[in-house]
């Protein structure tokens, strides 16, 4: 299992404290975001945000982790953004079950 780092070692005291504060939010954060996309399908950030009542930048702080956790993947696809850029698409990783 990862353990996701959210502040530098020469981050101030409350950059620690505040990192340490969002350590139940971030995984809040990284559930909804693999719900949104096993339901509604591949998606950009903005996308994902809409379908999930987050902000777009709440999203993108959670995708790496998503990524390094192995539940999602990139699908090398990009899609339109709010603002009109191009973002990167990602995708649900399904994982393979052991036959019984």
Same mark, same amino acid.
């Given at each position: 299992m990862f353990k996701f780092f959210?502040?530098?070692?020469? !981050?101030?005291?409350?950059?620690?404290?505040?990192? !340490?504060s969002i350590k139940d939010v971030a995984?809040?954060?990284?559930?909804?975001?693999?719900a949104a996309l096993k339901r509604f399908g591949p998606m950009g950030k903005d996308g994902i945000a809409m379908h999930t009542g987050l902000q777009s930048n709440q999203v993108a702080r959670r995708m790496n982790e998503l990524q390094k956790l192995d539940l999602i993947e990139l699908t090398g696809n990009t899609v339109e953004s709010l603002s009109g850029r191009k973002e990167r698409e990602w995708r649900f990783k399904p994982v393979q079950q052991e036959l019984l």
């Open positions: 959210r502040a530098r070692a020469t !981050d101030a005291i409350t950059s620690f404290q505040a990192a !340490d995984k809040m954060h990284q559930e909804v975001i693999v």
